[in-house]
């Protein structure tokens, strides 16, 4: 009876445990049921990036105490993420490699951007970083374009691996580059400005023919409504702190612009209208106004399944250039976005709903101060120290031949282009075999180095090795670096002195003033806190993926920023 009572319990026990385990399986079943659907719930149903084409953080430390309480930056620092030390980390900080890192989390090395522009050694040609021959543009004339030159995925690209077609992907920019850019290659469609025609447009690698509504709004030359009205300050002149005069020497508008508020656009039908419209906070207003009503007609956020918009503004780009970072107008244009953004993000309250969408908002590049008013001040500033890139070409030109003893005249020549940034040897030149391509690249490079102005070149093969690679410059260069498609001397002059060409000031350096710009993330999923940890604006990319549940685009080389995500 013993054995029995022994073997029965024994088996009750077996029983029990069995039941036990299944109910524990069921139990976890049912706990992975509810939490995938609770996380699903509270995952976003729209992500935004707002790109602002040359944005530095040093506005907010100039102007930041004149910023409204309603306004959408201080939203953003009461209700979600701010990062103040963020910065670039490739050394040419252009407009291209920018928007390329914001949604891929690549630098140029790996995205391929490495420029707005390059030297093509294929086509011996300049090429555009969104330029597809094979492409063309839908809605008006210009150039074919597509993301075909971006070598990695976007967040957009990732969820449309992850969702599927159901997940929406739009961007929308005045440069062709910056939308194209944003969206990636499996987008819906990218949207930019022609301003030829005061049409957006797009491009048969998204979209064979524009979408109704966005028909309508170019037949309804809604671009021209603006014509007339004139760009005033926000606020009186007393909140304003700019200590450069308004009409003074140093800037260059432009484009038929006066030099002083208020700057008055011709009407609607005048030739010189949208060069003019483009400078001006109108052309920002515009952006937004078509985001808006992309969102509502696309449908954007509607369902369970995440959509994606990149929106990205240009005109603080075009402000900076021709009046520069220290006027009345960059100011002024500073506070006209905060407002915009407050008032777009109430829209998204609004047409998304509270706690269903996530912002993340950053900028491609800072700029450098005007180099003449610099100098005025007393600091070592100079514009286009070593003239134009035809004149880096020529000395480039001249040091490789003094350093392997060929004559001036003899043809082919060693360099087939220079810009600057970067020199392009002729690496099928027959005098450059063998050691020869390395005794011309530090030609090159010693050259360079005996400029007062350049603060650093390297060779390609010096960074193939991966020489002084640990030294902060060189670790810019090596970001900056493709192995295809870059130069073969790399070059950065020294802060304050750079190639601006017409414009009154510019950008494309390693220096503080162009890699420093500002990251906040806004909305679902996104804690309260403010940062000054060093980060850089590549981090979007895999926080946004985080915030999705989805995995951070391949290519990705930044981190996901942890202490952005709510607990």
């Keep these: 009876m013993v054995r029995v009572a022994t073997r029965w319990i024994a088996a009750a026990r077996s029983v029990f445990v069995l039941v036990a385990i299944g109910a524990a399986i069921a139990a976890s079943s049912h706990a992975a049921e509810n939490a995938a659907a609770s996380s ?132 929308i920019g005045w440069k062709d580059r910056s939308p194209i850019l944003t969206a990636g290659r499996l987008a819906d469609a990218a949207y930019w400005f022609d301003d030829d025609t005061g049409h957006w447009v797009t491009s048969d690698a998204f979209q064979s023919e524009l979408p109704g509504w966005l028909r309508v709004l170019n037949e309804g030359r809604a671009s021209r409504a603006f014509g007339g009205q004139a760009w005033t300050l926000l606020y009186p002149a007393e909140r304003y702190h700019s200590h450069v005069a308004d009409d003074n020497k140093f800037e260059k508008p432009g484009s038929g612009l006066s030099a002083a508020f208020p700057h008055e656009l011709p009407a609607g039908e005048d030739a010189a209208y949208f060069k003019r419209f483009a400078i001006s906070p109108f052309a920002s207003q515009y952006t937004i106004e078509t985001a808006r009503e992309l969102i509502l007609r696309e449908e954007l956020g509607r369902d369970a399944t995440p959509d994606c918009l990149a929106l990205c503004l240009s005109a603080n780009d075009y402000v900076g250039h021709a009046f520069g970072p220290h006027s009345l107008e960059a100011e002024d244009m500073f506070y ?24 993340a908002l950053s900028s491609d590049h800072g700029v450098a101060p005007i180099p003449e008013y610099a100098a005025s001040l007393g600091l070592e500033a100079a514009r286009s120290p070593l003239g134009s890139g035809k004149d880096v070409q020529a000395n480039a030109e001249g ?7 060929v004559p001036a005249g003899v043809q082919p020549s060693f360099v087939l282009s220079a810009d600057s940034t970067q020199v392009f040897l002729r690496r099928d030149h027959p005098r450059l075999a063998g050691e020869a391509f390395e005794h011309a690249q530090d030609a090159v490079r010693d050259w360079l180095l005996d400029q007062p102005s350049v603060a650093d070149a390297v060779t390609r093969a010096e960074l193939l090795a991966e020489a002084g690679a640990g030294a902060p410059l060189r670790a810019m260069f090596h970001r900056a670096f493709h192995k295809q498609r870059s130069g073969d001397v790399l070059y950065a002059l020294k802060p304050l002195q750079f190639d601006a060409g017409s414009l009154c000031t510019s950008h494309g350096s390693p220096w503080n003033y162009d890699t420093h710009v500002p990251l906040v993330f806004l909305g679902a999923r996104v804690g309260i806190t403010n940062s000054s940890r060093h980060v850089h604006p590549g981090s979007i990319a895999p926080t946004l993926a985080a915030i999705l549940d989805i995995e951070a685009p391949a290519g990705c080389e930044h981190e996901c920023l942890t202490e952005a995500l709510a607990p």
């Excluded at 935004?48 to 100039?62: A, E, F, T």
């Excluded at 300049?126 to 809605?139: I, M």
């Excluded at 006209?336 to 912002?359: C, K, N, S």
């Design 336 to 359: 006209r976005t905060d407002r915009m953004l407050a008032e777009f993000a109430t829209f998204l309250d609004e047409q998304v709903g509270a706690g269903r969408w996530t912002l």
């Design 40 to 171: 699903e719930s509270t995952r976003p149903r729209l992500i935004v990036l707002v790109s602002v084409d040359q944005l530095p953080q040093d506005y907010w430390r100039r102007f930041g105490d004149s910023l409204p309480v309603d306004g959408f930056f201080a939203r953003a620092a009461n209700q979600g993420s701010v990062f103040t030390d963020c910065h670039h980390g490739h050394a040419f900080t252009f407009t291209g490699p920018g928007h390329a890192v914001l949604m891929t989390g690549a630098y140029p090395r790996t995205s391929g951007v490495i420029g707005n522009s390059w030297y093509d050694r294929e086509s011996n040609k300049t090429l555009n970083c969104v330029a597809d021959a094979e492409a063309k543009t839908v809605g008006g004339q210009g150039a074919g374009a597509s993301a075909k030159n971006l070598q990695v995925p976007t967040v957009g690209d990732q969820m449309k691996l992850a969702f599927g077609p159901q997940a929406k992907v739009f961007a």
């Design 399 to 405: 040091a490789v031949r003094v350093r392997l003893g």
